[in-house]
């Protein structure tokens, strides 16, 4: 495929490195930040997502599968896709403020798939030629969807793709636990309220997908408050699959509340960690998961755990980044 290019416009899909599963747009790549190991290895600092707390909620040995021992995944279109649109979403902030048309945005959906098929030719396989037309139309439709939520060209973010990193430790509490992910978006207003949005590819969520999707917004309104010292004023999930939007208005006390329970999700991480002990939890949600062949859940045998890899100076043992 030829890739477009535009004047003064750069289209790039390198800025955040892993896609949460939560969404349907995930491409598992996180990287993270990393400490150098024995024989010059980089191991990463611990860490906690929303994504990989979501995993060991709802299933601890996926958890490790995902985390620890970091089993290859097969992306699906859904997922390829979703992060084709968050890159040109990003890349669309980039221009200025009156270009920031739904022309362009097609254009930049274009660009970033041509220059993620060059990073990884492989995804000539999951999109064959000539499936390629459907899977850009598709896109498109998001694309156009999201336009029905919002305005891009009458507000300029603060920032795009950010990563965050706060440790909960820094309350002086010696339980404490690091944690990192990628913000889609962070607007703030004159007077200093700060918004924060993500992008969802996929349709909004029923009830009992709802608070999964909380539970990703109570994180990073967690981080923004230890990190800025400021509760954000709200905090958005754009759903371009359907045009719905979910919004939550976070309370410092019930941040608070969720900081214990983020402790505690790290606590028993950590228990699990020290013997290997990450039990199966079957649920609908398996009907997703890549990892069945070694489920004793679905007749397989639990791989040989690779143990809890240490890291020199920091608190607890092991990695459990991504988003
Ligand atoms: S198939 Fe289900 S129970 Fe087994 S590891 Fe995956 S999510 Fe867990």
């Excluded at 349907?24 to 996180?30: I, K, T």
């Excluded at 930040?33 to 909620?57: C, M, N, Q, T």
Aim: aromatic share 8%; net charge negative.
């Amino acid at each position: 495929m030829v890739r477009p290019t535009l004047p003064g416009v750069s289209v790039s899909t390198e800025s955040r490195p892993d896609r949460s599963a939560d969404d349907g747009s995930a491409v598992n790549s996180d990287k993270g930040s990393a400490v150098p190991g024995a024989g010059g290895h980089p191991i990463r600092v611990p860490a906690l997502s929303p994504s990989r707390a979501g995993d060991f909620k709802q299933c601890p040995l996926l958890y490790r599968y995902r985390a620890i021992d970091r089993l290859p995944e097969t992306p699906t279109q859904a997922q390829v896709r979703g992060t084709v649109v968050h890159a040109a979403l990003e890349n669309l902030f980039d221009m200025p403020a009156g270009l920031r048309i739904p022309e362009s945005a097609e254009f930049l959906v274009d660009g970033a798939w041509g220059a993620l098929c060059e990073q990884t030719p492989a995804l000539h396989d999951l999109v064959p030629d000539d499936q390629v037309d459907k899977f850009l139309s598709d896109a498109h439709k998001l694309i156009t969807t999201y336009y029905t939520l919002e305005n891009p060209t009458a507000f300029t973010p603060e920032s795009c793709e950010l990563r965050v990193e706060v440790d909960l430790a820094g309350d002086g509490d010696a339980d404490g636990v690091l944690l990192r992910g990628f913000v889609d978006r962070i607007d703030v207003a004159p007077d200093g309220r700060i918004r924060v949005v993500d992008y969802k590819t996929g349709r909004s969520p029923g009830e009992s997908f709802e608070s999964r999707a909380l539970f990703q917004m109570k994180f990073y309104a967690l981080a923004i408050l230890r990190l800025r010292g400021i509760v954000p004023a709200r905090l958005e999930l754009l759903y371009l699959a359907d045009g719905q939007s979910l919004v939550y208005t976070p309370d410092e006390a019930e941040l608070e509340r969720f900081a214990k329970t983020l402790k505690a999700i790290w606590k028993a991480i950590l228990k699990a960690g020290e013997t290997g002990d990450f039990q199966p939890k079957k649920s609908r949600m398996c009907q997703w998961c890549d990892h069945k062949a070694h489920c004793p859940e679905f007749g397989g045998t639990v791989l040989p755990y690779p143990g809890w890899p240490s890291v020199p100076g920091a608190t607890g043992t092991a990695e459990s980044t991504g988003n």
